[in-house]
Antibody, heavy 118, light 108 residues
Framework: QVQLVESGGGVVQPGRSLRLSCVASAFTFSSYGMHWVRQAPGKGLEWVAFISYDGSNKYYADSVKGRFTISRDNSRNTLYLQMNSPRVEDTAVYYC???????????WGQGTLVTVSS | EIVLTQSPATLSLSPGERVTLSCRASQSVSNYLAWYQQKPGQAPRLLIYDASNRATGIPARFSGSGSGTDFTLTISSLEPEDFAVYYCQQRGNWPPITFGQGTRLEIK
């Protein structure tokens, strides 16, 4: 069945960089848009970024625009989130999610925890 | 940005009861609304999309309705595994995609 596996989380200092990865399997990765969604500890869900199936279109939440970059490598079935200049308020579990036709999230990874702390 | 407001914040009910959760949008999202269920330590699971369509594998006791600004998720008869947090999500006018703050469904 569809599987999304995130990695790359950990503790990072404010202002440093971190790259998250999400490896997809059991579906045609190159045919679907993908998202990153995050959840701060004990809080609700926040959409972070979207990339179209071919990488030609990218959209970001205002809270991360200019600091985070979403990208993908369809030859490796892998989605990325480059986190530059992270802030304490970026601390969260980051989920990758497959985009269903009308930009809902029909499959999710298990999440990777990012803690921004000095 | 479209704000989604869910009510109530918390509900305490017993298995077998019927429950209706509410989600109100700050402006019309047409029928571009979804519902998710999240259990502790797990990723969310898509239940309903386009306001009233059940996602693959979702039991028939879950149903969604509404359009424009007012939406509801109904569980016809609560099973023990249904106690969780429920989120609504809109993509009617995006970016950004936004979520409601969640409704926690607790066992009474």
């Amino acid at each position: 069945q569809v599987q999304l596996v995130e990695s790359g989380g950990g503790v990072v200092q404010p202002g440093r960089s971190l790259r998250l990865s999400c490896v997809a399997s059991a579906f045609t990765f190159s045919s679907y848009g993908m998202h990153w969604v995050r959840q701060a500890p004990g809080k609700g869900l926040e959409w972070v970024a979207f990339i179209s199936y071919d990488g030609s279109n990218k959209y970001y939440a205002d809270s991360v625009k200019g600091r985070f970059t979403i990208s993908r490598d369809n030859s490796r079935n892998t989605l990325y989130l480059q986190m530059n200049s992270p802030r304490v308020e970026d601390t969260a579990v980051y989920y990758c999610a497959k985009s269903q036709g009308n930009f809902y999230f029909d499959y999710w990874g298990q999440g990777t925890l990012v803690t921004v702390s000095s | 940005e479209i704000v989604l407001t869910q009510s109530p914040a918390t509900l305490s009910l017993s298995p077998g009861e019927r429950v209706t959760l509410s989600c109100r949008a700050s402006q019309s999202v047409s029928n571009y609304l979804a519902w998710y269920q999240q259990k502790p330590g797990q990723a969310p699971r898509l239940l309903i999309y386009d306001a009233s369509n059940r996602a693959t594998g979702i039991p028939a006791r879950f149903s969604g309705s509404g359009s424009g600004t007012d939406f509801t998720l109904t569980i016809s008869s609560l099973e023990p595994e249904d106690f969780a947090v429920y989120y609504c999500q809109q993509r009617g006018n995006w970016p950004p995609i936004t979520f409601g703050q969640g409704t926690r469904l607790e066992i009474k």
